[in-house]
């Protein structure tokens, strides 16, 4: 018998995993929780001079001004991307959700087609579509269990779709309001006025995180699904909601996406899933569900806009800015998930 | 029975309750009752039917029949919903707190005065909770993230929230600790130990352990549990702990003297395990066995036995000491390495480690060693049903259908398919069983029991995890029992013949 | 309000139990007869429509517009028998395709088998990170996907890139046939017959499959899970070379926007109705090939029925959605992702 102690009673004292690990596990946690912000705002820094001196024009208001706007739409859908990685899911539709929205968007707007002149209205029908675009994914995931990658992947393709039968044949749809064209990268405040609408929503939707039921079950859910059940939460009800969330702000993406066009076009939202998932993945969250938020989602979008804006400017061609994201979106998750990697652990 | 049937305190009553899975009966006409302020001892061998009386107490299962009393008025638990609403929380061992969020989340967001509109209401949520908190006299800040708490803490969040205040059982809940202190060190149980006092204040408690001397010191009455049934209900101060010990484990088992290969003095083991240790589970463990032998190891929960032997078939990590095979040190132990050199595990969770489900059962057979089913890289199925019908034949497999999708077959069955898939190995050495007659009918039970002495005197060397202690005693040429990761005694059959008790005595 | 809640779940128990039962027969028929059927049924229906059809070749027509999408659905069948999914794999076609527009006038023949062992090395590459940093598969390759978008772009700078010389060697692929199937598409049967063959009859392809099944029941078999796992994405890369190489036999020229470039979504729907199952361990390369062609009769259908060419994409999405929650099998606690 090698411990004596062990011998003299029958209540032994064990050295467990359990108690160093939760230990050491409560102090990573802590030191992560100010480390993962400040390295992303140290990497920004980085980045900032790295192209200022790369290219006087970097820095300057102007193209701060250029950055943010750039920002703002990828912060709008990162934002409902985060409630939807959050709760464990993926929302891949978010281009083809965009693309319907600002569709219905354009044709209710006074249009070079002629047609009704709905006004507001038409902002509300375009978001509209992407709340019924959102709810049918929510429900298929939900209540038919079919795996979000699946259900978003379809639905992608089904906003697609929409927009081009919406769009139908005859000449391409423009918007004939200056007003309307130019608004979203118009200056108020000094800043441009999209980047005055993803702030609020962006502040709406870490008040929701933090301060209503909706929020805390999500992160409850995200953290551990059979326990939420277990404890009586609605969580096919919550996850739902979730991706009606993400529709709603695919679909105002979508609008504002189609205002700085000018015109309807079916894949107006082209390029956009990819700032985003990186964007949340970098910025904390984890797409195992139940880690992160909108801040440092919003983070992950200023780092990778400014990244690409850079990039630009410094003369590297555009057609490496998907490289830049997925390589990132890469590296991302392989650093996320190397501390958990375990031969017996199932990843699919 | 020696409960007193006053129905006033009666918080909880089963009466009758019996429940059948399959062929196991695992609960016979189990009847008690809990009083008020009462702390009750459940104790049992594993097996025994505690997990499963705790888990219709909680509403996972419902019983085939017999009636649960709640405060003296008859109720049905449909879910764990109808249980949690009757007052009855559970602490898990394995814990199921919500990690990301904070202390007074967990214990007082199903209240109903814990958000109004949707919008959270943080000071009535963190009033609630520290007032749960404060009962059980703990300090703990509310709005503290679980994330950062200790394990114990986190043990006194999981009880506060099981008497939450707003159960309709009149203030009276009944709190199950189900192994709470199998992962705790000495000074944390006395922690918990106190809380358990407070609690009686309040509540009702039951406990369930598998350390005896904290029972004892703990309940107010002890109830045992074997093979199902309910064997005896005692007021503490009645029974000492030998008189426990009998009653968990019943008739007191000798070993049978059956014949025990004789191991040369010069021979050398098959596997040779040297001080191997890994945190937190098992440490120094050694042992040995020839070919031809095989070594029982008993142990109760937490005993690191599970561990062991996954770490001899490569499947999990050992932080140090080292294993050797025929003699020769391994290194980069993994399962692809074990299987090459004729290590076999039969693992506990048949359905989701033993057998793949959806293959047949011809292709679980000769999915690991192929034989003659396969040449280099190239898969002869008619040689694969050839090889699948001897076994068949041999286990006496049914249904006699190899091509039947494994999954349907019964629990019996696809255990004997489990065991042919490594016995197909000419080369087996090493046979780690965990559990291998776990859910098995007798008939089963046996065939299974007679394939592994058959490998076992075709020269393998095995190692038995065993359901019962009865099983180690008429099976093993050595028995190990381990204690809390540590080898606690070593019983060389040849030499010496321990009962059940003796075992179970170095267990807890 | 505690019984209604009651009352309500273990009528969703009910109803759950009865559906899971409707999706396992479902799931047994469709991929025993389902991919034939539903192409026969398309095809009768398209002829009666559109007379014109038979007459002016249109299986002709069908399987030269399968071929690449079969190729590119064998290989995600692959992918996902082993329960993960590769949405890389077109972007590696089309990579691919620009290539070998690029290439085959100053390599020559050499440059066909050079670029597939190119692209096969892409697709292990995916393996190699999914096997040993345990990553989301989708993650993953919706990350390397946009690195190969951007390769494309890159080096066909972003404008189309036509074959200048021996382009006839190629071309001579899809312009010659056996009954009337051009040789793109018989090589996709070869594919198809070759990785069925695999996948029944080696330790490797059961392998995979056992993988697909239950992943935990192949490790502790013993079954080498992670180099599996490396060879079902390489062969994802090496089929998407191969169609990538339809693609210039085809069209002669290679570009970012141009044919192939949307082969992802009719690829997976294509391994889809073909019977593959999405959460892996189910799939028959065989009926992927009239899953393939099912796909490609799609936006001849839709237009013969009346609806709108253009509307296809919304029928790929949808019919992906439908044959999924159709087929799929789930225990009703299980945690769907």
Not at chain 2, 242 to 270: I, N, W, Y
Request: one cysteine or more; charged letters at 15%.
């Amino acid at each position: 018998m090698a411990n004596p102690q062990s011998s003299a009673t029958n209540s032994v004292s064990v050295d467990t995993a359990a108690i160093h690990f939760s230990d050491k596990k409560s102090k990573a946690s802590l030191f992560s929780r100010y480390t993962e912000p400040l390295a992303l705002l140290g990497a920004l820094v980085v980045l900032v001079l790295i192209f200022s001196s790369l290219n006087p024009r970097f820095a300057t208001i102007g193209n701060l001004q250029n950055i943010l706007s750039q920002a703002g739409l990828p912060l709008i859908i990162g934002i409902g991307a985060t409630f939807v990685i959050l709760i464990g899911s993926i929302d891949l539709s978010v281009e083809g959700v965009m693309g319907a929205s600002g569709m219905v968007f354009v044709l209710m707007s006074a249009n070079s087609r002629g047609g009704t002149d709905f006004g507001p209205w038409a902002i509300v029908a375009g978001i509209a579509m992407g709340v019924v675009l959102g709810l049918v994914s929510g429900l298929i995931y939900t209540r038919i269990k079919v795996p979000s990658f699946i259900v978003t992947l379809g639905m992608w393709y089904v906003g697609l779709g929409v927009a081009t039968i919406l769009f139908g044949t005859e000449s391409i749809p423009t918007l004939t309001s200056d007003e309307l064209a130019i608004w979203s990268s118009q200056i108020t405040l000094g800043l441009p006025n999209i980047i005055w609408v993803a702030s609020v929503v962006l502040v709406l939707a870490a008040l929701t995180l933090r301060f209503t039921r909706f929020g805390r079950v999500v992160l409850a859910i995200g953290n551990n699904e059979e326990i939420a059940r277990g404890s009586g939460l609605a969580v096919a009800y919550n996850k739902t909601l979730v991706f009606v969330l993400a529709g709603a702000l695919s679909g105002m993406a979508g609008i504002i996406a189609t205002m700085q066009l000018g015109s309807g076009s079916a894949t107006v939202g082209s390029g956009n899933l990819f700032i985003t998932i990186p964007a949340v993945v970098i910025g904390g969250t984890a797409l195992s569900g139940g880690k992160g938020g909108v801040f440092g989602t919003a983070l992950g979008v200023i780092l990778l806009t400014t990244l690409n804006n850079g990039l630009i400017l410094s003369g590297v061609s555009p057609n490496f800015q998907s490289a830049v994201s997925g390589a990132i979106l890469v590296l991302a998750i392989v650093a996320t998930a190397w501390s958990q990697r375990d031969r017996l652990r199932i990843s699919k | 029975m020696t409960t007193k049937a006053t129905s006033q305190t009666s918080v909880l009553r089963l009466s009758n309750i019996d429940k059948k899975f399959g062929q196991t009966h695992a609960l016979k006409n189990v009847s008690l009752e809990i009083n008020h302020g009462e702390v009750i001892g459940l104790i049992g061998e594993n097996g025994a039917g505690k997990s499963t009386l705790l888990k219709i107490l909680t509403g996972i299962y419902q019983p085939d029949s017999g009636s649960i009393e709640v405060n003296g008025k008859s109720t049905k638990f449909r879910g764990p919903r109808d249980s949690v609403a009757a007052g009855i929380g559970v602490v898990h061992q394995e814990q199921s707190l919500f990690t990301n969020l904070t202390v007074a989340e967990n214990i007082a967001s199903g209240s109903k005065v814990a958000s109004r509109f949707g919008i959270y209401r943080w000071g009535q949520i963190n009033r609630a909770a520290a007032e749960t908190l404060s009962i059980i006299g703990s300090s703990l800040d509310p709005s503290t993230k679980v994330s950062n708490l200790s394990f114990v803490d986190r043990q006194m969040v999981e009880i506060a929230r099981a008497i939450r205040v707003d159960s309709t059982m009149g203030g009276s809940p009944l709190v199950i600790l189900d192994e709470p202190t199998s992962v705790l060190e000495r000074s944390e149980t006395a922690i918990l130990e106190r809380e358990i006092r407070k609690l009686k204040a309040h509540g009702s408690v039951i406990f369930v352990s598998h350390r005896l001397d904290e029972i004892m010191r703990n309940c107010d009455r002890i109830m045992v549990m074997r093979n199902g049934e309910l064997v005896a209900d005692r007021v503490t101060s009645t029974v000492t702990e030998d008189e426990l010990f009998k009653l968990m484990v019943g008739h007191e088992a000798r070993a049978v003297s059956s014949s025990h290969r004789v191991v040369a003095a010069d021979e050398q083991p098959v596997i040779s395990v040297e001080n191997l240790s890994r945190k937190g589970k098992y440490s120094n463990v050694s042992l040995s066995v020839h070919a031809g032998r095989l070594t029982a190891i008993v142990g109760s929960t937490g005993s690191g036995r599970e561990e062991l032997a996954r770490a001899l078939f490569g499947a999990e990590k050992f932080d140090s000491g080292s294993i050797a095979i025929n003699g020769t040190k391994v290194t980069g132990w993994r399962i692809a390495k074990a299987v090459k050199r004729g290590v076999a595990y039969v693992p506990a969770e048949r359905k989701v480690e033993g057998m793949v489900g959806g293959f047949s059962a011809a292709e679980n057979i000769t999915l690991t060693h192929p034989g003659k089913a396969a040449v280099g890289p190239i898969v002869f199925p008619l040689a694969r049903n050839k090889i699948a019908r001897t076994w068949f034949n041999t286990l006496d497999v049914r249904p006699n259908d190899i091509a039947l999708d494994l999954a349907r077959f019964s629990g019996g069955n696809q255990q004997k398919v489990v065991m042919a898939k490594w016995l197909n190995s000419p080369e087996l050495s090493v046979l780690v069983l965990d559990h291998p007659l776990r859910g098995l009918d007798p008939g089963a039970a046996q065939t299974v029991n007679e394939q592994i002495k058959l490998a076992c005197s075709n020269g393998a060397a095995v190692i038995l995890l065993s359901d019962t202690l009865e099983e180690a005693l008429e099976m093993g040429d050595d028995v190990i029992v381990m204690r809390d990761g540590e080898i606690s005694a070593t019983f060389d059959m040849t030499k010496e013949s321990p009962s059940t008790l003796d075992l179970l005595e170095r267990m807890v | 309000m505690n019984l209604s809640q009651t009352w309500t779940s273990s009528i969703e128990v009910l109803s759950n139990d009865k559906a899971s039962k409707v999706r396992r027969i479902a799931a047994k028929g469709w991929q025993a007869v389902g991919p034939v059927v539903i192409f026969i049924v398309m095809f009768a229906v398209v002829s009666i429509l559109t007379p014109t059809f038979i007459g002016g070749g249109g299986l002709t027509i069908v399987a030269s517009s399968a071929a690449p999408i079969l190729l590119v659905a064998l290989g995600q069948a692959l992918v996902l028998n082993i329960g993960s999914i590769d949405l890389s794999n077109a972007s590696i076609t089309l990579l691919g395709a620009i290539l070998l527009a690029m290439t085959l006038g100053s390599v020559g023949a050499v440059a066909p088998i050079l670029i597939v062992l190119l692209v096969t090395l892409f697709g292990s590459v995916n393996g190699f990170i999914v096997a040993y940093a345990q990553v989301p598969s989708f993650a993953l390759t919706l990350g390397t996907f946009g690195i190969f978008q951007s390769a494309a772009l890159v080096v066909s700078s972003a404008t189309t890139v036509y074959v200048t010389q021996n382009g006839q060697a190629v071309a001579a692929l899809y312009q010659s046939g056996v009954a009337g199937l051009p040789m793109t598409f018989i090589l996709g049967i070869i594919v198809a017959v070759v990785s069925w063959a695999f996948l029944r009859f080696t330790r490797a392809g059961l392998g995979m499959t056992a993988i697909g099944k239950n992943e935990s029941g192949a490790i502790f078999s013993g079954v080498r899970t992670r180099t599996l796992k490396i060879v079902a994405y390489a062969l994802s890369g090496l089929m998407a070379g191969l169609a990538g190489i339809t693609i210039i036999a085809q069209a002669g020229s290679a570009s970012p926007t141009g044919l192939g470039s949307d082969l992802l979504l009719p690829g997976i729907a294509a391994a889809i109705v073909g019977g593959t199952s999405i959460s892996g361990g189910v799939t028959n390369p065989i009926n992927v090939v009239f899953g393939a062609m099912t796909v490609a009769l799609v936006p001849i259908a839709t237009a013969a029925i009346g609806i709108d060419a253009q509307a296809q994409n919304l029928v790929y999405g949808a019919v992906i959605i439908v044959v999924v929650a159709l087929t799929l099998s789930r225990s009703k606690n299980s945690i769907v992702k």
